[in-house]
């Protein structure tokens, strides 16, 4: 069990990028990918930013090669695409013999195509093409049609633990490998914007009508994203053999629950505290060698002013660097752990810290203050990255320089 | 990895949460199976209990049920698995939406529509601050939380782990996929199941928790020895390879199964490598069957592994289950062969403790 895990590949499609090398180009010049809803129908445009991929289905479609959409919904075509990138990226061939896993996380599914049909779904005197996306309504679809996109059959799963769910991706991953049931690992997650999750959110009140400003005095909430991260894990030794290209270790990893309410964090971060410290335990490291923190950092009231306190709980009054990228992606659900663990692994393998963007004053709680400002050669050996959600569930992964 | 089952949470369209065991069955005539509700005050505060939906009462109960049977107050993980999550929440939300143009909404079917839900809320009640996760991957969901339970207690970070399926019916639900053609056309009598031989088969429901540990106890049902996935197999003797494999690798061969329980639902389409497999490998196995009881879903394994847990235990396989041949002597390991759809096939081995 004491077998190290590898990054061997990355891939992403988030608001700002159709892959890595647009993903890194956007975050070195802090360019944001939240604006005006362009492609999603609802009545919150004009009105709500967020941070849509800047693509209709039908380009998505191209983008991905496939010519024809037989019930492809923005979800499954989101996680295609970063799945392939990472599947290519880690030099993985479609059969090429490896025990390969495919573990996804998604929290809406295929709500996007459902909220568009449900109507018609429920009415059986209406036919039409739209009966082609019943059958991808639910959350194990998208894994489905990226395990077959990619020729993978040996262990297929998908997780929702709402916004913690691709961090949780990434840590089964590891422990598949670790137990010895696969060999390889394609991790992380999804989710493409939907009126169920945007009008589900505002009903809680917690969407800020301008742009997101974590870790800020004046936040007034998140704004959502949408997109898909993931990485490709395999054994250190076996990768390090084979001479690959590696980015980071996995070197640590911890799931917790807060245990206090259905959507909202506890005040002092109880469970992020918890999941910080065994992710900590875990990797052997000391709390001083983490050298960055890319924080969950919503913008929301609550997730901030908690994760803070967990954070000063934790590391005591030496807080690392840290910072939250969701002023650059938007919050995007289940995907969130994912694309953050795609920008944790490209923050060591860079040696550069992307900052907080939208960030002014500092909260009235603490004296925190994230990084708002491109850091190059900052020395980064360890990032923490944290993902809290719904449900009270809470991950923490650590990533380490080889 | 193994570990014992200690305690069983079941609510189901059968009587199966107060200690039965199948010995007087309910049969249904309308293709769509829903749970027997238990008096969930009994389990559930008032209060709480108005806001919850269908599922939330049937898996908050149904893990409540576990936690007293195994005489256990704290387990060290929760973890579930659900193909569809909280149907009733979800298309509450949904159809309030479309209906009022995304205006007036409220947020409680929104926050309890995510498929975390239930373990969130178990973890609440319990004040659980352990590890605690959701599996969605429709036929793979009760099976991916079985393996994550399985490995935290090989890591030996936990040695009691609460682990549950479940799945809500609907109308909806059953109109929206009966276009699909899962469903069977004539209505059918739900106990006269597999002699329909139409295509499609009846939806079901349940909520299952099992609670399971490392420590041996006499109060311990079974053990489950086993556990393995088969995703989209080119033809049948790809199901009966990896069958063999499955055995071997748990040192049994055929003849050492004293039951095997089959996932037939009835499907003319699809029960078919069932049927190869039982004359290929298990022809001279008793065979027990139980989607005529529960419908199908994409977690019905759970109640699978619930009567196979109890049938170890009582050393009973009621007549209401049978399958061909009955068993004969002791019942020390048993089968467990199940699919969705042909798309997630999954084995397990539930053997005396």
Not at chain 1, 159 to 182: E, F, P, Y
Not at chain 1, 317 to 339: D, E
Not at chain 2, 22 to 49: G, R, S, W
Not at chain 2, 241 to 251: A, E, G, I, T, Y
Request: glycine residues 8%; charged residues 20%; contains cysteine.
């Amino acid at each position: 069990m004491s077998e190290r895990i590898a990054i061997t590949g990355l891939g992403i499609i988030s608001a700002i990028g159709d892959n890595v090398h647009q993903n890194l180009a956007s975050l070195r010049a802090k360019r944001s990918g939240i604006g005006q809803i362009k492609y999603l129908e609802t009545i919150h445009k004009g009105i709500l930013p967020i941070a849509e991929v800047k693509h209709s289905d039908d380009e998505l479609l191209i983008l991905l090669g496939v010519s024809e959409n037989t019930g492809y919904t923005r979800t499954a075509l989101l996680g295609m695409i970063a799945a392939k990138e990472a599947f290519a990226d880690s030099g993985a061939k479609k059969g090429d013999g490896i025990r390969t896993a495919m573990i996804s996380a998604t929290t809406v599914g295929g709500m996007g195509s459902t909220e568009k049909f449900y109507l018609d779904y429920i009415n059986p005197e209406k036919t039409g093409d739209f009966v082609k996306y019943i059958d991808s309504h639910d959350c194990g679809d998208s894994a489905e049609k990226i395990a077959d996109n990619l020729g993978i059959k040996d262990f297929i799963t998908s997780i929702n633990t709402a916004c913690s769910s691709s961090a949780n991706a990434l840590m089964l991953g590891a422990r598949l490998i670790k137990h010895g049931i696969v060999d390889r690992v394609v991790a992380g997650g999804v989710d493409g914007l939907t009126k169920f999750t945007i009008n589900g959110f505002n009903t809680l009140m917690i969407l800020d009508k301008e742009y997101c400003k974590p870790f800020d005095k004046n936040r007034t909430g998140l704004t959502l994203g949408e997109g898909s991260g993931f990485v490709v894990l395999e054994s250190l030794e076996v990768a390090q053999k084979a001479g690959k290209k590696i980015y980071c270790e996995l070197s640590g990893y911890a799931n917790t629950c807060d245990a206090y309410h259905q959507t909202a964090s506890s005040p002092e971060g109880t469970g992020a505290f918890l999941s910080m410290s065994s992710a900590l335990a875990l990797s052997g490291l000391e709390i001083e060698d983490i050298d960055y923190v890319n924080v969950h950092g919503t913008a929301t009231q609550i997730n901030d002013l908690s994760e803070g306190n967990a954070m000063i709980k934790f590391f005591g009054n030496k807080v690392p660097k840290f910072s939250s990228t969701k002023g650059y992606t938007g919050h995007t659900l289940a995907a969130a752990g994912g694309i953050e663990a795609v920008f944790s692994a490209l923050t060591i393998y860079n040696n550069t810290i992307f900052p907080n963007l939208n960030f002014k004053d500092k909260m009235d709680e603490f004296d925190l203050i994230p990084v708002t400002d491109l850091i190059e050669n900052a020395g980064v050996k360890n990032v923490l990255s944290n993902s809290f959600g719904f449900g009270g569930n809470n991950t923490s992964l650590i990533f380490s320089k080889v | 990895m193994k570990a014992f089952i200690r305690g069983i949470g079941q609510i189901s369209p059968q009587q199966t949460f107060a200690g039965d065991f199948l010995e007087n069955v309910t049969a249904y005539n309308t293709n769509m199976l829903f749970c027997i509700d238990p008096v969930y005050k009994e389990f559930i505060h008032p209060l709480q209990l108005r806001r919850m939906s269908r599922t939330l009462r049937m898996g908050v109960t149904a893990a409540k049920i576990c936690l007293l049977d195994a005489a256990i107050e704290m387990p060290d993980a929760v973890i579930t698995g659900t193909g569809f999550g909280c149907v009733e929440d979800t298309e509450k939300f949904l159809l309030a939406m479309l209906n009022n143009n995304e205006q007036q909404l409220t947020p409680t079917a929104f926050m309890q529509s995510t498929h975390n839900t239930i373990s969130g809320q178990v973890a609440i009640m319990l004040k659980c601050k352990e590890y605690n996760s959701t599996y969605v991957n429709r036929g793979f969901s009760f099976e991916t939380a079985l393996l994550d339970s399985l490995m935290l207690i090989a890591e030996d970070n936990a040695h009691k782990v609460l682990v549950g399926g479940f799945d809500e019916n609907s109308f909806n639900l059953h109109t929206t996929t009966d276009r699909l053609g899962h469903w069977k056309k004539e209505k059918t009598n739900s106990l006269q199941l597999l002699e329909s031989k139409t295509p499609g088969t009846i939806s079901g429901e349940g909520a299952t928790f099992f609670m399971l540990t490392d420590k041996e106890d006499e109060n311990n049902y079974a053990l489950l020895k086993g556990l393995s996935t088969l995703y989209k197999p080119e033809n049948e003797n790809e199901v009966e390879q990896h069958v063999n494999d499955f055995l071997k690798r748990n040192n049994l061969s055929a003849s050492d199964i004293d039951l095997v329980v089959y996932g037939l639902n009835g499907d003319a389409r699809t029960d078919e490598v069932y049927y190869h497999l039982r004359d290929k490998l298990f022809n001279e196995n008793a065979g027990a069957y139980f989607k005529h009881l529960c419908g199908d879903y994409y977690t019905s394994s759970a109640f699978a592994l619930w009567f196979s847990a109890n049938a170890i235990k009582r050393q009973v396989v009621p007549q209401s289950v049978r399958l061909g041949k009955a068993p004969s002597g002791a019942l020390k390991n048993i089968l467990i062969v199940n699919h969705y759809r042909d798309i997630n096939y999954s084995f397990m081995l539930v053997s005396q403790c």
